[in-house]
């Protein structure tokens, strides 16, 4: 179990504490949030309980998160239930013999957030229209990810190219944290021609989202096949190991590795996932 202070960014001052139990066998972790009376009401606890099942969700192996506020504490279950944690039963604790002369017997309800619930309950994800939006969250998040976009000339490519592309967005909180621009080059076939997730939310599910709803838009033009060109295992790369494994994950095969394709300093992949 850790234990740690709340602390407001802005004036410093200390709001609180709170717990964070990491995964038992069965991948379930545990969170417990106090604030000071002050800043109840104000959407703090909310804020906090995201963070943590974010960090969990991300750094973790826990595929579920418990909490078990008390059955009076109606403010603590709404924070469950909007970070999309479902009623799963109740609970009562029983002190010892000596220590029921101080305190009575505790009684909760017990909640959990599964990491598929706490993801659809915060992402959004948007098909973009507008070319300038396009590359305005096409430049943002780019730019963000130097090691995997470490080119000038080619960002400046991509976040022009995107302007005429198909666009998702994905949305976390309410801010754009990753895209997918898809290009068509004949009717049946298209190909990721640029994507990308900020990487503080790296790991979350998100991409392999984008992809599925990618995939749903796709199907309704019946187009059969989804490319993507990406660096191949040739070249040491470790961040571009990842993203070959995500794609792998996301049911694409590589296909062909073109060596001078991209110059002979960037050996590019070609990979292939046939569409349902
Ligand atoms: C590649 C990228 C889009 C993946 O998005 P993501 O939201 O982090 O990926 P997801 O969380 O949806 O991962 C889905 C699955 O892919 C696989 N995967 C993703 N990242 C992985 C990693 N770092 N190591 C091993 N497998 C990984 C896993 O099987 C994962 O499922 P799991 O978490 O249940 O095990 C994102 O990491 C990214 O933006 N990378 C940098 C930019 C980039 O590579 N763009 C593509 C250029 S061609």
């Known amino acids: 179990m850790t234990r740690g202070v709340i602390v407001n960014k802005a004036s410093n001052k200390k709001m609180g504490e709170c717990k964070l139990g990491l995964p038992n066998a069965d991948l379930m972790a545990f969170t417990d949030i106090k604030l000071f009376p002050c800043f109840w009401n104000k959407g703090y606890g909310k804020e906090i309980k995201n963070a943590l099942c974010k960090y969990l969700f991300q750094?973790?192996?826990?595929?579920?998160?418990?909490?078990?506020?008390?059955?009076?504490?109606?403010?603590?279950?709404?924070?469950?239930?909007?970070?999309?944690?479902?009623?799963?039963?109740?609970?009562?604790?029983?002190?010892?013999?000596?220590?029921?002369?101080?305190?009575?017997?505790?009684?909760s309800i017990v909640y959990h957030v599964q990491k598929r619930d706490w993801l659809h309950k915060n992402l959004e994800i948007r098909k973009i229209e507008q070319g300038k939006e396009k590359s305005e969250i096409c430049a943002e998040i780019i730019l963000s990810l130097p090691k995997w976009f470490g080119l000038p000339e080619a960002n400046k490519e991509y976040i022009e190219g995107v302007a005429g592309s198909d666009f998702f967005a994905a949305y976390m909180f309410g801010k754009p944290v990753g895209f997918y621009?898809?290009?068509?080059?004949?009717?049946?076939?298209?190909?990721?021609?640029?994507?990308?997730?900020?990487?503080?939310?790296?790991?979350?599910?998100?991409?392999?989202?984008?992809?599925?709803?990618?995939?749903?838009?796709?199907?309704?033009?019946?187009?059969?096949?989804?490319?993507v060109k990406t660096l191949s295992a040739s070249h040491p790369d470790k961040g571009y190991v990842k993203t070959r494994e995500f794609y792998k994950a996301c049911g694409f095969i590589p296909l062909e590795e073109f060596k001078t394709l991209w110059g002979e300093a960037n050996p590019c992949l070609f990979m292939l996932k046939k569409l349902k």
């Open 59 to 107: 750094h973790t192996e826990a595929v579920v998160i418990k909490a078990d506020p008390n059955v009076k504490n109606t403010a603590s279950q709404r924070i469950q239930e909007t970070c999309g944690g479902k009623r799963i039963g109740e609970k009562v604790h029983h002190f010892s013999t000596e220590m029921q002369y101080y305190t009575k017997d505790v009684y």
């Open 181 to 227: 621009s898809i290009i068509s080059h004949f009717p049946e076939t298209s190909e990721i021609y640029v994507c990308g997730i900020l990487e503080d939310f790296h790991r979350l599910g998100i991409g392999k989202e984008l992809q599925k709803e990618v995939e749903r838009s796709l199907s309704i033009r019946y187009v059969k096949y989804l490319t």
